[in-house]
């Protein structure tokens, strides 16, 4: 596909956080942008500001004028709705439509690409990755599943665009996306199940991320945690390993203090001594490993990776604090899976030992709560108070008995509330808080701001 026999790109979903990044890219590099999203948010009015067009009903007569099928290109999320009127009418009517995905895959062949996958932990990396580089004075392009505070964008750039320069892409396992990719360097940071209404099961995806790993470039090269190093075996393709205790590249003389780390970056034939991070938690200091890892193989002197991995301020609703006070702090979180739940706690026990913990949990998916439920249930276990909302069902239909109950039970906290949305801010406001956290893919967000002013008032 030929991007430049299009003068406007019209996106289904517009304000999604990787859909948004490719329609900043397109406005920036002079096309003509329009969509559609359900909602309107921070980030759409940020897009409008920009100088997009977006309406939030779905209604083909809102579609604007210039938008036609022989000179727009339609880009869609498939969380787009089966019955789409919009979608519907643009398929009938002759639109070339292809998926995000499909859009970034045509994009990065035409620039040198570093692809992070895993099913945790490909947001920040890519967004440490993409600051290093940056701070380094490198011609690069970052598409981000997140808005990084140092930069309060998804889309991050510097230099002049040329074939010479880095692409940073986050490689979605989700719907096989990442397959579309053909990296000259790749990172691969976890593959705990996940997806399973897509790929059935476990072992299912794990083929994929080998095929993942089959399309990195002959030249190229593999950095990947020690856990899922398996999924290289058997490739040309130089690789490393990482993790925090063990692996080719390993974390040594740890100290952490209020949960932010220094360590020494130890390998076969050389250490990057006391790097200090800017964000917290022990999932952090392996996501800035593999940042690390990335920018020694591209030439970065180690002063300008201690100085960028010590300078970045982390990703929205990646461990973000809201409330940082003597009595209480306030932290929003994505986490979404068992596993990524239960790194979160794991670290604000670190962080905050001796302190009661409250989570508020916004369970994300039917299937993903039916598939992992034992897991759910254990993870927020690590916390002392647990206020448990409803399924939030993003592109899926509901599945008959699944619901937010099937987690309760198994919960084994002191205090568990199963509660709406209409009754979780007076629900919290019942307890007593030292450190609590909002957790969730969803629309949990939406809460953010209405307790972070009761947090306020209360405790301030």
């Given at each position: 596909m030929n991007l430049k026999q299009y003068d406007?790109?019209?996106?289904?979903?517009?304000?999604?956080?990787?859909?948004?990044?490719?329609a900043r890219w397109f406005k920036h590099k002079g096309w003509r942008v329009a969509g559609y999203d359900r909602t309107a948010t921070p980030l759409t009015h940020e897009l409008i500001e920009e100088g997009m067009e977006i309406h939030f009903d779905d209604r083909v007569a809102l579609i604007p004028g210039y938008v036609?099928?022989?000179?727009?290109?339609?880009?869609?999320?498939?969380?787009?709705?089966?019955?789409?009127?919009?979608?519907a009418y643009l398929k009938a009517n002759g639109f070339t439509i292809v998926k995000?995905?499909?859009?970034?895959?045509?994009?990065?062949?035409?620039?040198?690409?570093?692809?992070?996958?895993?099913?945790?932990?490909?947001?920040?990396?890519?967004?440490?990755?993409?600051?290093?580089?940056?701070?380094?004075?490198?011609?690069?392009?970052?598409?981000?599943?997140?808005?990084?505070?140092n930069y309060e964008s998804n889309?991050?750039?510097?230099?002049?665009?040329?074939?010479?320069?880095?692409?940073?892409?986050?490689?979605?396992?989700?719907?096989?996306?990442?397959?579309?990719?053909?990296?000259?360097?790749?990172?691969?940071?976890?593959a705990d199940a996940d997806h399973l209404d897509i790929y059935g099961d476990h072992a299912a995806m794990i083929t994929s991320f080998k095929d993942f790993v089959g399309q990195i470039q002959t030249q190229g090269k593999l950095i990947i945690h020690e856990s899922v190093a398996a999924l290289g075996s058997g490739s040309a393709v130089a690789q490393e390993t990482y993790g925090k205790d063990r692996g080719q590249f390993f974390a040594s003389n740890i100290t952490a203090k209020g949960g932010f780390f220094e360590f020494d970056l130890t390998g076969p034939a050389w250490t990057?001594?006391?790097?200090?991070?800017?964000?917290?938690?022990?999932?952090?200091?392996?996501?800035?490993?593999?940042?690390?890892?990335?920018?020694?193989?591209?030439?970065?002197?180690?002063?300008?990776?201690?100085?960028?991995?010590?300078?970045?301020?982390?990703?929205?609703?990646?461990?973000?604090f809201v409330v940082k006070s003597p009595r209480v702090t306030y932290i929003d979180d994505y986490a979404h899976h068992p596993a990524e739940?239960?790194?979160?706690?794991?670290?604000?026990?670190?962080?905050?030992?001796?302190?009661?913990?409250?989570?508020?949990?916004?369970?994300h998916l039917f299937t993903r709560t039916r598939d992992f439920?034992?897991?759910f249930s254990k993870s927020l276990s690590l916390a002392d108070q647990v206020l448990l909302m409803d399924i939030y069902p993003a592109r899926e239909e509901p599945i008959p008995g699944v619901t937010s109950d099937m987690l309760f039970p198994a919960i084994t906290s002191p205090v568990k509330?199963?509660?709406?949305?209409?009754?979780?801010?007076?629900?919290?406001?019942?307890?007593?808080?030292?450190?609590?956290a909002t957790v969730g893919a969803g629309d949990i967000d939406t809460f953010v701001n209405p307790i972070k002013e009761m947090v306020i008032k209360r405790y301030v």
């Open positions: 406007s790109i019209y996106f289904l979903g517009i304000g999604g956080i990787g859909m948004s990044a490719l036609s099928s022989e000179k727009t290109l339609v880009v869609y999320t498939p969380a787009i709705p089966k019955d789409h009127a919009e979608h995000r995905s499909e859009v970034l895959g045509i994009l990065t062949q035409n620039y040198r690409t570093i692809a992070v996958a895993g099913t945790h932990g490909k947001t920040t990396t890519s967004s440490l990755i993409a600051h290093v580089l940056k701070e380094a004075g490198t011609s690069m392009v970052a598409f981000l599943g997140g808005i990084t505070t889309l991050v750039m510097h230099g002049e665009v040329t074939a010479h320069t880095w692409v940073v892409a986050e490689a979605d396992e989700f719907d096989r996306s990442f397959l579309r990719l053909f990296p000259e360097v790749a990172v691969i940071t976890s990057i001594e006391k790097i200090q991070l800017g964000v917290p938690g022990f999932h952090n200091m392996e996501n800035a490993m593999a940042a690390a890892l990335v920018a020694k193989h591209l030439g970065i002197a180690d002063e300008t990776i201690k100085q960028a991995l010590h300078s970045f301020r982390g990703v929205k609703r990646r461990f973000e739940i239960e790194a979160f706690l794991k670290s604000l026990r670190s962080m905050y030992a001796g302190r009661k913990i409250t989570v508020v949990f916004q369970p439920a034992d897991g509330i199963r509660c709406g949305k209409k009754d979780v801010l007076h629900r919290l406001e019942d307890l007593e808080l030292e450190v609590v």
